[in-house]
């Protein structure tokens, strides 16, 4: 039960911080978007560490979909965490700015 609520809180961080990465979410279709690509991102999102170039990866994959992701109630809190800024900037992506 312990490892299902840690797996959902890490699928809700990554997702979130994800969200942060995004300028252009209304570019892209709601069928590409899929938050559970950003797996790799849970653990240095939710407690540090390094960042797994498939996070990078996937968050490249998913930057359309961020602002989306920052929006909604269960991952927009993530995206203004610390470590969700230390993604962007270990994978030397842009910070989104979600209007």
């Known amino acids: 039960m312990k490892?299902?609520?840690?797996?959902?809180?890490?699928?809700?961080a990554i997702v979130a911080i994800a969200a942060a990465a995004a300028g252009s979410a209304e570019?892209?279709?709601?069928?590409?978007?899929?938050?559970?690509?950003?797996?790799?991102?849970?653990?240095?999102?939710?407690f540090g560490g390094p960042v797994p170039p498939a996070c990078c990866g996937a968050l490249r994959a998913q930057m359309g979909c961020l602002c989306g992701y920052a929006r909604s109630p269960n991952y927009g809190a993530y995206i203004h965490s610390p470590n969700a800024r230390r993604l962007f900037d270990v994978c030397r992506i842009p910070m989104p700015r979600c209007a």
Do not use: F, R, Y
């Open 3 to 12: 490892s299902i609520v840690a797996a959902v809180v890490a699928l809700a």
């Open 27 to 46: 570019a892209e279709s709601a069928a590409a978007c899929n938050p559970s690509q950003l797996t790799p991102c849970a653990g240095p999102t939710l």
